[in-house]
């Protein structure tokens, strides 16, 4: 018996990279996971791999987020821990960057997040859970110069996290 057992985990992202192994991690310490991600072929196979289930979720649609929920709580009864690990980035000075790529950056990085927020803190808070289970990854690269837009994201992204730490 771990911590996690029986545990409940929603990632997004969660085809590739950071998203996989955390989903192979919290699934080896007994969560069940559900891993998402905008590749459904890649959601549908972290799903498997991990013996949880897996959907295609784009974060900038709130209605495929309330998907995801929906699913983990017909599947397994609940939710107890959410990884917003998706994170795109772009490399340049601010004025290179078009303004339209600007755009896409904060609305997959920032609005994400917002729209996480909105799917799942009502239900874990319902559920008591809230406390140290709502996770979100950042990088620590925040001020590194030549990732300025991706770095701007990130710095607001920990601010947020860290009010939510503070509610
Ligand atoms: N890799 C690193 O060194 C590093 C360092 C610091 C922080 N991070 C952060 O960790 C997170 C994961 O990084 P990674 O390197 O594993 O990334 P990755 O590119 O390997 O994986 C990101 C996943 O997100 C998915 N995705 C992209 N847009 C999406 C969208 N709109 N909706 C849903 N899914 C979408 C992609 O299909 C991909 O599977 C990111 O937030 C990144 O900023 C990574």
């Not at 490399?91 to 729209?115: A, H, K, S, T, Y």
């Not at 009502?122 to 990732?147: C, H, K, M, V, Y």
């Amino acid at each position: 018996m771990t911590p996690l057992d029986g545990a409940v985990a929603v990632i997004t992202g969660g085809g590739s990279g950071i998203g996989r192994a955390t989903a192979h991690s919290l699934a080896q310490r007994g969560a069940h996971v559900v891993a998402t991600d905008i590749d459904e072929a890649r959601a549908l196979t972290v799903g498997a791999e991990v013996g949880g289930v897996g959907l295609r979720v784009d974060v900038t649609q709130l209605a495929d987020l309330e998907q995801a929920r929906d699913l983990a709580l017909d599947r397994y009864g609940r939710v107890d821990i959410v990884m917003n690990n998706v994170g795109v980035l772009a490399v340049g000075l601010p004025e290179d960057i078009p303004l339209e790529e600007w755009q896409r950056i904060i609305d997959i990085n920032l609005m994400g997040l917002v729209r996480s927020n909105h799917v799942f803190l009502p239900l874990l808070t319902a559920q008591g859970i809230l406390e140290d289970r709502f996770l979100l990854l950042t990088s620590n690269d925040a001020r590194a110069e030549l990732a300025r837009k991706y770095a701007d994201v990130d710095a607001y992204l920990g601010e947020m996290t860290s009010e939510l730490e503070n509610e």
